[in-house]
């Protein structure tokens, strides 16, 4: 069994910061925790724009708390993100995820799992680290 506590995350280097500081992720559960994918918590800062490309993973989000708003590069398709909202990025959707009012508290889920190390590179993409 795994037991973990978010106050033993944060500010540790299992919180990454994003390189412009519109988020930070705290990692749970990362690729050694051998679960086959991992977990995160991440804080969204309100009134900013990241773009996001995630290539080599899908991801699963729930958002618990703020709001914001997210848009698929595709489509141009916005929809509203706040406490109660699930988005799934199923065919590695290309997208602008905005900061709301608040700040946006958002659990999330990623297959493959994350390693701990990475970041968005300039294309909003996380590598694949084996």
Wanted: charged share 25%; glycine share 8%; aromatic share 8%.
């Amino acid at each position: 069994m795994i037991v973990k506590d978010i106050k033993n995350i944060i500010r540790t280097s299992k919180e990454i910061h994003a390189k412009d500081g519109q988020w930070c992720s705290r990692r749970m559960l990362l690729k050694d925790d051998k679960m086959g994918f991992s977990f995160h918590e991440t804080i969204i800062k309100a009134n900013t724009k990241t773009h996001i490309h995630y290539k080599n993973h899908l991801e699963a989000v729930y958002c618990v708390g703020g709001n914001g708003k997210i848009e698929d590069l595709k489509t141009g398709t916005i929809h509203d993100v706040y406490d109660g909202i699930m988005y799934a990025l199923n065919n590695n959707d290309e997208h602008y995820l905005y900061g709301g009012s608040v700040d946006m508290r958002l659990i999330c889920v990623f297959n493959p799992p994350l390693t701990g190390l990475e970041n968005h590179d300039e294309n909003g993409v996380y590598p694949l680290i084996n």
